[in-house]
């Protein structure tokens, strides 16, 4: 899988719209866009993926920049909850092993 | 729902004692996973199996063992641990394999330390 590039750290007041970014210059026509974090002391949770378009969920929404070399994760309002580590992921189409970087600690301040 | 479960939550071994680790899925997914994820650090692959019958190796495979039990169940072994192997394990499962499908399903994970 091509590689990621994320900010170690982020921080964001409660109730304020967060965007996560996430560079991957070299990704391929078949690499999907996943999103996972992982709270305190639990298992990675999924969040999100796409691989052209825009995507929305409940949980959040993915923007992919139109020459997909970058990715924007999109949580509208910030709640306490959504302080994690949050991971990008490029996935090819048939590809088994996900492999996770370092990935972005988000911290909310209420 | 209970989704993906592992035992035991927390074990200690002393070097060279072996474990199986268990992990059980109620989603009727097709492949397994197991990582691992040391202090700071992002996660590992160690093993997976696409189906039933199928394991193949991931990042991080020596020292460990899988056994696919059944559709079900997915155990990984330690033969001989080793202080290295101290670590968080996560197991998960997901409806098909790659990418097409939506995300992996984590279990709450089995903390190790080897002693």
């Known amino acids: 899988d091509a590689k990621t590039t994320q900010p170690n750290s982020m921080e964001s007041n409660e109730e304020e719209p967060v965007h996560l970014p996430c560079n991957h210059s070299t990704i391929s026509g078949t690499d999907y866009i996943h999103w996972y974090r992982q709270l305190p002391s639990q298992g990675p949770e999924y969040v999100i993926h796409g691989l052209t378009s825009n995507v929305n969920n409940r949980m959040a929404s993915l923007a992919i920049a139109e020459d997909r070399k970058s990715s924007t994760l999109i949580l509208h309002r910030a709640t306490l909850r959504d302080a994690a580590v949050y991971y990008c992921i490029l996935r090819e189409k048939y590809n088994n092993d996900m492999r996770f970087g370092a990935g972005t600690r988000l911290t909310v301040k209420p | 729902n209970a989704g993906v479960t592992q035992t035991p939550k927390f074990q200690v071994l002393k070097t060279g004692q072996s474990m199986t680790l268990q992990c059980a899925q109620d989603?009727?997914?097709?492949?397994m996973y197991w990582y691992r994820q040391d202090p700071g650090m992002g996660l590992r692959l160690i093993y997976y199996?696409?189906?039933?019958?199928?394991?193949d190796k991931g990042e991080v495979p020596n020292g460990y063992n899988v056994s696919r039990l059944n559709k079900r169940e997915f155990s990984l072994r330690l033969e001989s641990a080793a202080p290295s192997q101290t670590s968080v394990y996560f197991c998960?499962?997901?409806?098909?394999?790659?990418?097409?499908?939506?995300?992996?399903?984590f279990g709450s994970g089995t903390r190790l330390t080897v002693v």
């Open positions: 199996s696409a189906s039933e019958g199928t394991t």
């Open positions: 989603m009727n997914h097709n492949s």
């Open positions: 998960a499962s997901s409806e098909i394999q790659g990418a097409l499908g939506v995300g992996y399903t």
